[in-house]
């Protein structure tokens, strides 16, 4: 699937559920929920957990984990960019060259 098709999947499955209305803030309130879970998913691979009460998960289940909440930060960007009528592609497309010419130059 290409970026442009799953930013339009997104969109119309956060409209079917009734997420996409909520307005901005309250959607960069999630985007920086889920990277609290990110962050909280590389610890658990990185150094581990120290709860008594979590089961400790294998390298894979740590991985999956990884793989589930980076997809929440990617659809919470994904929303905010389709708010702003901002096509993912093209947020790529620009850092790219912002990089390219930052350091390299050109």
């Known amino acids: 699937m290409h970026f442009q098709e799953y930013q339009q999947w997104v969109r119309e499955?956060?409209?079917q559920q009734n997420w996409y209305e909520r307005d901005?803030?309250?959607?960069?309130?999630?985007?920086?929920?889920?990277i609290g879970e990110v962050a909280c998913a590389v610890r658990a691979i990185e150094?581990?957990?120290?709860?008594?009460?979590?089961i400790e998960q294998n390298v894979l289940q740590k991985k999956e984990n990884l793989i589930?909440?980076?997809?929440?930060?990617?659809?919470?960007?994904?929303?905010?960019?389709?708010?702003?009528g901002i096509a993912i592609e093209d947020v790529m497309a620009k850092h790219q060259r912002k990089?390219?010419?930052r350091y390299?130059?050109?």
């Open 13 to 15: 499955f956060y409209q």
């Open 24 to 34: 901005v803030f309250r959607r960069l309130a999630y985007l920086t929920e889920e």
């Open 47 to 54: 150094i581990g957990r120290e709860r008594p009460d979590e």
């Open 68 to 84: 589930e909440e980076l997809g929440d930060v990617f659809d919470n960007l994904f929303i905010l960019a389709d708010k702003y």
């Open 99 to 101: 990089f390219i010419k």
């Open 104 to 106: 390299r130059g050109e």
